[in-house]
């Protein structure tokens, strides 16, 4: 048997799959019922124990890790497992679909991830949502543990630079594939790797857009790599933690450079202009999140000269623990997108319109597609 033990000294026992190895980190669910591979090899899930609301996960096993033409994953979401452990109620390890290569089982077993099987997920996630997220320690049968006065000691990720260990350590440029009569990339960005999930490089790449990802702790000052705009990835932990990005941030807008951000890039968009962020009680991780959009900030129409574009609802692929808060935006800068359940921000953007970000993924993967004209919108800023 395995056991789940939070840090108040909750215990949920099952049965252990994938590495028999012991683990901690803090305990997260995503109510997703699809893209467990692409979840588990996202880096925002960076030093974090993921438990499935959805009962059944690995059906239809995993794919290849095969890379593509850049490089980079075909398949996931970045070469690694990111998790460091996930918990389900039932682990199917007989599988079908077409592009699968493994089982789930297997697949966690050669990357030395462990997980557990017939935990009550509804009550763990009922748990998580009453009381918050917390730190937690799947063991295995002959573990030893440590209780202090019935708390677990365990490392909380958050207090840890994540965006530094999952950042790329060397610039690199990817060319893109050009439409037919295309001589040239359409546009040429500065891509701020602070944990970046292949689908955005792959969402930018397939526009025909020249990427040039860069570290976290990139300085754009100094850089001789000719671009257009600047685009700011998602990533792990605490936001506060990417100082050094949010220095490059405030460069770019000095500089009236065309800036766009995706999760924790909204996060640090928002510290960069002064703003504050806070740490949700147990986050937005799922691919069913309704966000809706304000309407377009500014003095109300003249009759007779258009309505103002917004006020429509979109669904959403998230993944993120902590949020902007809405009262701390200064001047100028306004709330673009609000989650529709729990009213906080999902997007921001100035006034001029040539710097915004959203809180989710527009890329999906896994998830809806209803936001991915968003990089089509920064495009057309670019282009102005």
């Known amino acids: 048997m395995t056991s ?16 028999e190895v012991d683990t901690d980190g803090e305990v997260v669910f995503n109510t997703g019922m699809a893209g467990y591979p692409e979840s588990m090899t996202d880096p925002s899930y960076r030093g974090q124990i993921l438990t499935f609301t959805y009962p059944l996960i690995g059906n239809y096993g995993v794919p290849s890790e095969e890379r593509n033409i850049w490089g980079f994953s075909q398949n996931y979401e970045s070469e690694n497992i990111h998790v460091r452990g996930i918990i389900v109620e039932n682990e199917s ?78 610039a690199i440029t990817y060319e893109p594939e050009l439409a037919e009569g295309r001589t040239e990339p359409v546009a040429a960005l500065i891509v701020y790797d602070c944990g970046i999930k292949r689908n955005i490089l792959r969402s930018w790449l397939k526009r025909g857009v020249r990427v040039h990802r860069v570290p976290w702790d990139y300085d754009l000052s100094k850089t001789d790599l000719p671009y257009d705009g600047v685009f700011i990835s998602n990533g792990p932990g605490d936001p506060k933690k990417a100082d050094k990005t949010i220095e490059q941030i405030r460069f770019a807008l000095r500089k009236n450079i065309p800036t766009f951000g995706i ?24 691919v069913n999140q309704p966000c809706v959009e304000a ?18 609802c979109i669904i959403t692929s998230q993944n993120h623990g902590f949020a902007v808060d809405a009262k701390k935006l200064p001047e100028d800068w306004h709330v673009w997108f609000t989650n529709a359940n729990d009213g906080t921000v999902e997007g921001i953007r100035h ?28 495009l057309d800023v670019i282009r102005r």
Request: glycine fraction near 12%; proline fraction near 7%.
């Open 93 to 170: 390890r007989d599988f079908s679909h077409f592009k699968a290569v493994s089982s789930l089982h297997e697949w966690m077993k050669h990357h030395k991830i462990p997980g557990i099987s017939g935990i009550d997920t509804r009550a763990l996630t009922k748990k998580l949502r009453e009381t918050g997220v917390m730190l937690g320690r799947i063991v295995q049968n002959d573990a030893k543990l440590t209780i202090d006065n019935g708390q677990l000691t365990i490392d909380d990720p958050n207090n840890t630079n994540l965006v530094a260990e999952v950042s790329i350590k060397e």
């Open 351 to 378: 006034s001029v319109g040539r710097f915004f970000s959203v809180q989710f993924h527009p890329e999906a993967s896994p998830g809806p597609e209803d936001a991915g004209y968003l990089f089509d919108k920064f």
């Open 263 to 286: 999760c924790l890039g909204n996060q640090l968009l928002a510290l960069a202009i002064g703003g504050d962020t806070y740490k949700l009680k147990y986050g937005h991780r799922g």
């Open 4 to 19: 789940l033990i939070l840090a108040d000294g909750t215990v949920f026992t099952g049965n252990p799959f994938g590495a």
């Open 295 to 312: 309407p377009t900030p500014g003095p109300s129409p003249v009759p007779g000269e258009g309505r103002k574009v917004g006020a429509r």
